[in-house]
């Protein structure tokens, strides 16, 4: 089955530097992936839709400046936390869909913790 | 705007009761509809989907859920849950025709089973 890889799975910065967390589509090819973010207690919030090849579609409140997506291959998207700040603790999960189909798979998620 | 509701935030069962988690969702046009299961300390988990045909979707893990047109719901069901069914369960929503193909979430439920 379709298995998607995030990593890493915990880390912890000082405040003002950066963070990369990459997505893999282990067995398949994703042309699009998703990143979320999760709060405590709280539900996922879609951050932006990473599109093999071209630029990140961002929602509404999310700074695409802040949150730099980088989607260079079919199997490979990065989330890099420029300046990372407390605030920017979270949960960040990446989901992919095999092409051509409805449904998701997700990573097991990022827990970024800013000191 | 497509927008989640899921009623219970926190349910506690005795092992072998029955479970019923709610989901109502906001769209008028044409959905997809999943419900999604984290295991503490681990990735989602897809439980079930529905995208046409027979209302009554089952699931694995002996869950089931019903999609009531009417009603916009897809209710979460499972006539007698384990211990090992404690963890947080999420409803999503997906539009059709998909334009970002993306996922809309619930707050999310979090069940505790007691042995």
């Known amino acids: 089955g379709a298995v998607v890889s995030q990593h890493p799975s915990r880390v912890i910065c000082k405040s003002g530097t950066s963070v990369k967390i990459e997505c893999r589509s282990l067995?398949?090819?994703?042309?699009?992936m998703f990143w979320y973010r999760q709060f405590p207690k709280q539900s996922l919030m879609l951050m932006a839709t990473s599109n093999e090849g071209s630029k990140a579609t961002y929602e509404q409140g999310v700074e695409k400046d802040k949150f730099l997506i980088n989607h260079a291959s079919l199997t490979l998207s990065t989330l890099t936390v420029t300046s990372a700040h407390p605030e920017d603790s979270s949960f960040y999960i990446c989901s992919a869909s095999l092409e051509g189909a409805i449904g998701y798979t997700f990573g097991s998620g990022t827990r970024l913790t800013v000191v | 705007a497509q927008s989640v509701s899921q009623h219970n935030h926190h349910v506690i069962l005795s092992e072998a009761a029955s479970l019923e988690l709610g989901c109502n969702y906001s769209y008028g046009g044409t959905v997809n509809l999943f419900w999604y299961v984290q295991y503490p300390g681990q990735h989602l988990q897809l439980l079930l989907k529905y995208f046409s045909g027979d209302p009554l979707v089952k699931g694995i893990k002996g869950f089931e859920a019903e999609f009531i047109k009417s009603k916009f719901s897809f209710n979460l069901r499972k006539p007698s849950v384990q211990w090992s069914d404690t963890a947080e369960y999420f409803c999503a929503v997906n539009a059709r025709p998909a334009g970002a193909n993306n996922l809309f979430f619930g707050t999310g439920t979090r069940l505790t089973v007691i042995p």
């Open positions: 067995d398949f090819q994703a042309t699009t």
